[in-house]
Each structure stands twice: as structure tokens, then as C-alpha cells.
């Protein structure tokens, strides 16, 4: 049986057999996504709503003369339906899609020959969404950032705690043992407590940042997603002991290569919590989408830097008038401006970070 109907767009007539009723597919004309209405209904005297406004619905069970039908002609052959081009996944969402596509009627993404490419950032544009979000989750945005330092500090009061107390036991067990095997020991335990610590502070950045790559989204997570970097510890530890040393030996090059590096893969941590991929794969996949954009980067967080270093400029205006005061003004003083520094990197830090998953969102047409 052939299901004929017309484009909702541009009112092209399309044919194509009954099998691909509820199928999605680009319109062959205007190339809008469309979809193959049903073969048949199950109330007859009813019109039937599938979207297509404007366009006469037809009973295909209820006789019609030949002359009259649209249906008269046989049955569409594979070959001939619109639907027959190769289909493809695409690259981002894993949908089908038409393999000749320039963007995916899913999700949005553009694609070249089949091959998922960037979206160019401006600085402008992606400060003006950063403030958007953070002004429109402040509380939650400031509040995800206090949790996770909590938590920070209180994972490394416990590791130091544990380690000092095996250190301690250690210490009593092996008594006046070589110097050297306490010194090693004390050298062992001091690389454990920052591996722990700093897998502390990974497990709630993957947290936070997934939490934020929602709030970008519009997508309402709870403060539980804090908790939520567990499957993708192992990845961002060892993907960040790769990206900190190739970063360190770029600098050492003469600088620029280390910014480049930076800027070329910063992004490995957002592609491991937003598509979990392999540690590698998150490098492959930052290199494309930061393939035209490292100068933007750049410039965004070029300003970022000259924005944090207020509080410095501000800080040595002060303690030069401070100096003249003396006395309790001066301790006075020196305390407000503590108080001052705090409170705007509480909000400086945070912002920073949506700054950075804006960036990933915009590159990726989130």
C-alpha cells in the first residue's frame, strides 16, 4: 500500500510505501524534517491529528473511486521512496538520519560529509549566556561550589587522619628500624595522601561539572548530582596526569606550545561526563571541537585573568592608605579587605566555571 501526503512546509507531494508509517525523514524538496503520517485510522468519521496541519486527512478504508483516489497508482517501489537514501547515525545523538545530511533533524548537530564539525564560538555571545545562567542560578550555582569545598576539606582532614594514624602505628611498630625505611615510608605515605586527595577533588569537580553542563541545559539536577562523578574517576585521573604533563613540557618549550596543548584540550574533562567516552577518545574528540576556536578560548579567558587580578590591584591600593593609618585602622582595614577578596572569589570561581561549560555547550550546538 502507498501512503501519499503532503509536506507540512512546503506542500510537496510525497509518496512512499506503508511500512515506513511513523518514520522521520528530511522533506526531499525543502529539506525540513517530516514525518510519514499512518497507513490507516482507527475511527473513520474523525480527523486525525498527526501533525500536519492543513493537510486534508483521508480515510484509506473507506472505498473511493479510482479516478478519484491518490492511492490509484501501485504500491511504491523501495527504490523510488524518499525514504530509500542511505541513512547514517548521527554522530552525537545515535539517531538516523539521512546520510547525506548537513545537520541532524534531532538534536541539531551540523554535519560535513557525514563528519560531526564545531560550532565557531564568539567571546561576546558566550559572556552574554555565561551571565544569563549564572544570574538565573546563583544560589545553586554558588551553592554546588560551597558543598563541594565542604566536602573537600572534610575527604582531607579524613585521609590525613587515616594515614597519620597508620604512620603513627607504623612508627611504634618498627621502632628505631634503619632511618631510611622510616624515611621511605614517610615519602610512601606522603604520595598516597595526595593521590587520595586529589582523586577527592576530581570526584567532586566531574560532580560540579555535571551538575553545571545541566543547568546550561535547562535541565533542573538536584545537589545529589555532586555525587555523580564516580563512574568516570579513573578516566579524569588519568587523563589529567597526561594533559598536566604534556601542558608542563609545552611551557617549558618556550610557552606557546603549552598554550596550545591547554587550549586545544581543555575540554576532555566535559567529554568524558557528557558522552563517556575513553580517556583517548575524550582527547580525539577536544581536538576537533576546539579545532577553530583556540583563539576564542584565548580571549575568553584572557579577559577572565585580567578580571580575577581586580582584587590584587584593589588589594595593594589599600595596604599602601593602610600603611599611613596605622595602628587599629590598619588591622581593621586589612581584614575588610580579606573579607572583600573571599567574597568575590566566591563568586568569581563559580562563574569561571560556567564560563568554561558554556564554552563546551556552545562549541557542541548545546
Same mark, same amino acid.
Given at each position: 500500500?502507498?501512503?501519499?501526503?503532503s %509536506?507540512s512546509?512546503?506542500?510537496?507531494?510525497l !509518496?512512499?510505501?506503508?511500512? !515506513?508509517?511513523? =518514520?522521520r525523514?528530511?522533506?526531499?524538496q525543502?529539506?525540513?524534517?517530516?514525518l510519514v503520517?499512518?497507513?490507516?485510522?482507527?475511527?473513520?468519521?474523525?480527523?486525525?491529528?498527526?501533525g500536519?496541519?492543513?493537510?486534508?486527512?483521508?480515510?484509506?478504508?473507506?472505498?473511493?473511486?479510482?479516478?478519484?483516489?491518490?492511492?490509484?497508482e =501501485?504500491?511504491?517501489?523501495e527504490?523510488?521512496?524518499?525514504?530509500?537514501?542511505a541513512?547514517?547515525? %548521527?554522530?552525537?545523538?545515535?539517531?538516523?538520519?539521512?546520510a547525506n545530511?548537513?545537520?541532524?533533524?534531532?538534536?541539531?548537530?551540523?554535519?560535513?560529509k557525514?563528519?560531526?564539525?564545531?560550532r565557531?564560538?564568539k567571546?561576546?555571545?558566550?559572556y552574554? =549566556?555565561?551571565w544569563?545562567?549564572?544570574k538565573?542560578?546563583?544560589?545553586?550555582? *554558588?551553592?554546588?561550589?560551597?558543598?563541594?569545598?565542604?566536602?573537600? @576539606?572534610?575527604?582531607?582532614?579524613?585521609?590525613f587522619? @587515616?594515614?597519620?594514624? *597508620?604512620?603513627?602505628?607504623?612508627?611504634?611498630? *618498627?621502632?628505631?628500624?634503619?632511618?631510611?625505611?622510616?624515611?621511605?615510608?614517610?615519602?610512601?605515605?606522603?604520595?598516597?595522601?595526595?593521590? +587520595?586527595?586529589?582523586?577527592? @577533588?576530581?570526584?567532586?569537580? +566531574?560532580?560540579?561539572?555535571?551538575?553545571?553542563? !545541566?543547568?546550561?541545559?535547562?535541565e533542573?539536577?538536584?545537589m545529589?548530582e555532586?555525587?555523580s562523578?564516580?563512574?568516570f574517576?579513573g578516566?579524569? *585521573?588519568? %587523563?589529567?596526569?597526561?594533559?598536566?604533563?604534556?601542558?608542563?613540557?609545552?611551557?617549558?618549550?618556550?610557552?606557546?606550545?603549552g598554550?596550545?596543548?591547554?587550549?586545544?584540550?581543555?575540554?576532555?574533562?566535559?567529554?568524558?561526563?557528557?558522552?563517556?567516552?575513553?580517556?583517548?577518545?575524550?582527547?580525539t574528540?577536544? =581536538? !576537533?571541537?576546539?579545532?577553530?576556536?583556540?583563539?576564542?578560548?584565548?580571549?575568553?579567558?584572557?579577559?577572565?585573568?585580567?578580571?580575577?587580578? @581586580?582584587?590584587?590591584? +584593589?588589594?595593594?591600593?589599600?595596604?599602601?592608605?593602610?600603611?599611613?593609618?596605622?595602628g587599629?585602622?590598619?588591622?581593621?582595614?586589612?581584614?575588610?579587605?580579606?573579607?572583600?577578596?573571599?567574597?568575590?572569589?566566591?563568586?568569581?570561581i563559580?562563574?569561571?566555571m560556567? +564560563?568554561?561549560?558554556?564554552s563546551?555547550?556552545?562549541?557542541?550546538?548545546?
Open positions: 500500500m502507498t501512503i501519499e501526503f %509536506c512546509h512546503c506542500n510537496k507531494v !509518496k512512499t510505501s506503508d511500512d !515506513k508509517a511513523g =518514520r525523514a528530511k522533506c526531499p525543502c529539506g525540513e524534517p517530516i503520517p499512518p497507513a490507516d485510522t482507527s475511527d473513520p468519521s474523525a480527523p486525525v491529528d498527526d500536519f496541519e492543513g493537510i486534508d486527512q483521508l480515510d484509506l478504508k473507506t472505498p473511493v473511486p479510482e479516478e478519484h483516489s491518490f492511492l490509484a =501501485r504500491p511504491v517501489r527504490e523510488d521512496s524518499f525514504l530509500a537514501a541513512q547514517m547515525d %548521527c554522530p552525537m545523538c545515535g539517531e538516523s538520519i539521512p545530511s548537513k545537520r541532524c533533524q534531532h538534536c541539531g548537530e551540523t554535519l560535513q557525514g563528519e560531526w564539525v564545531p565557531k564560538i567571546v561576546g555571545e558566550v552574554s =549566556r555565561t544569563e545562567v549564572y538565573a542560578n546563583l544560589g545553586s550555582i *554558588i551553592g554546588i561550589h560551597i558543598i563541594a569545598y565542604l566536602l573537600y @576539606v572534610v575527604g582531607a582532614i579524613a585521609v587522619m @587515616v594515614l597519620g594514624a *597508620i604512620g603513627f602505628a607504623g612508627a611504634l611498630i *618498627i621502632g628505631q628500624a634503619d632511618q631510611g625505611l622510616i624515611i621511605a615510608g614517610v615519602v610512601l605515605l606522603y604520595i598516597i595522601a595526595i593521590l +587520595l586527595i586529589y582523586s577527592v @577533588v576530581f570526584y567532586l569537580m +566531574l560532580g560540579v561539572l555535571r551538575y553545571l553542563l !545541566k543547568v546550561v541545559r535547562n533542573y539536577p538536584g545529589g555532586i555525587f562523578g564516580g563512574p574517576l578516566r579524569m *585521573i588519568l %587523563c589529567s596526569i597526561v594533559f598536566i604533563l604534556a601542558y608542563t613540557v609545552g611551557l617549558v618549550a618556550l610557552i606557546i606550545p598554550l596550545i596543548i591547554a587550549f586545544m584540550f581543555w575540554p576532555y574533562a566535559y567529554l568524558l561526563i557528557d558522552r563517556d567516552l575513553p580517556g583517548i577518545d575524550a582527547f574528540e577536544s =581536538r !576537533k571541537i576546539t579545532n577553530g576556536n583556540k583563539l576564542s578560548m584565548f580571549l575568553i579567558y584572557l579577559i577572565m585573568t585580567g578580571v580575577s587580578m @581586580v582584587p590584587y590591584g +584593589l588589594m595593594a591600593a589599600m595596604l599602601a592608605s593602610l600603611e599611613q593609618a596605622g587599629q585602622a590598619s588591622a581593621l582595614g586589612f581584614l575588610v579587605l580579606l573579607g572583600f577578596m573571599a567574597f568575590f572569589y566566591v563568586l568569581l563559580p562563574f569561571s560556567v +564560563l568554561g561549560t558554556v563546551y555547550a556552545e562549541m557542541t550546538y548545546q
